[in-house]
């Protein structure tokens, strides 16, 4: 069918050409009068605005003197100007058209040939954990450079002020043992600032607690039912239930609190922090110009740096600002760090965890495409579909991938190993095949070799488990929970039995 539209709006394209070329041609033989909409216009008493020569400016039905906004010479420069713009519309819409379809077919998707995450430049391999540091900067260029973006090396200053210090109130009772603390972040550059609300729970007493940290896509309010949670003053998508004109109200506290258990993560033992990701950067395609991107004028993404940072960058970037901070938190351990992140904020969850080493731990959820997901297998989103939808979060750089994932030299099972030996955790869902589960598995697979250096258990497994039945004892652990796309108590229940078995 798409084929078919594409073939049609072609065709339609190619005979306004050969038409255009005709009237061209007749005009210039005196066979069309390219006056005769003039005639006509100078028949009726009101001036049409294209139409009126020489003043510049025509008076509407109102009376109002309307001046044109391109002075326009004759018909065929008109003919010209207008033809340019449709056929750009019309080059827009096949452009469109030429995205392939998903692909779910297995067959198709087990076509890739990956190279080994021990394989450096030249294809040599790394045969000690000695060399694995400059291993290691070698894949984190690679991705910087090819994928995500490289985010600034200029440092910023980094305040905080705690503005609340209470206990938790959830499902409407005081929770005595659980802390709430609202943290003012403040990042300052050059006369600029940029404030990001952190949200930390974490228990009353006893010895410091490891920490979750992951960013929420709409706001510290939406993710629990405590009133005292501030209402989110960044920008929100107008589509998700309680946003008017993309500012959240009322109406959105605690509807994505399903995503946010926090009492049973407490009751694990573990402290949780989160922050909503539009303080860090809004989440829509502005030029780079807002959020921590604004800080940085001079290390802005364009056609001239394909390389710099991108959304997802920044994102992971602002979770690093958001360590320096809870590191120097009271009751949470510095060393107990581990950052986790649910679909577009599991890709950046796994580029922070990449980049920073003070994460030691990392939670990948339904994270997909640019996530944990072999793009070289191209099944669900491919690296085009998701290019074109969110040309902001990668780097320029990574749409040379567009439709051309069999020329990639890299792909994700790389990042999963530049986070090695420190433990990673993969969770797909059974419905989510946008996601590609079995790449996601894949790629914790294919990292193994970088655990097995350091003397640690990979994830032998190449094929799905069954559904919420958790595999892999060692540094590297996956489920596949049933349902959909989405982050669930089941999924923070397997996060906190791994996170305990790797020593948090
Ligand atoms: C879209 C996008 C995914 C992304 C998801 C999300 O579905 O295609 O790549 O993971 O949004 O972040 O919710």
Redesign the pocket.
Known sequence: MQWLITIAIVLASLALVVFKFWRFWLEFSGLWSSDRSDQEASRSSKPSCYGCSGTGTSESDLGIRIKPLVQLGGKTQRALVANFFLHTAIGGVVYGQEIRPPNYDESIASKYKLGSVLAGPQGQLIESKDQWPGHRQYLLDLFADQEYGYAPQASVDVRFEVLDDGQAVLAGELKPGIRRRQIAVYLERNGKQVRIDLLVWSPTDGPKAPCFLGLN?RGNQSTCDDPKVRLTSSWCDSRNPGVVENRATEESRANQSERWPIARILEGGFAVATAHYSDIDPDYDDGFENGVHGLFPEHRSDSEHPNRWGSIAAWAWGLSRLADVLEKLEGIDPKGLMVVG??????TALWAGATDERFGLVVSN??????AALSQRVYG?SVA??NT??PH?FNRNFRKYNDREDQMLFDQHQLIAAIAPRPVYIASASNDK??DPLGELLSGHYASSAYRLHGKQGLDAQVLPAVNTPIGDGAIGYHLRQGD?DLLEYDWQQFMVFARRNGF
Do not use: D
């Open positions: 896509f649910h679909s577009r904020l599991g890709k339904n994270s997909g495409c640019g996530g989103e579909r998701i939808s969110f979060w946008w996601a796309h």
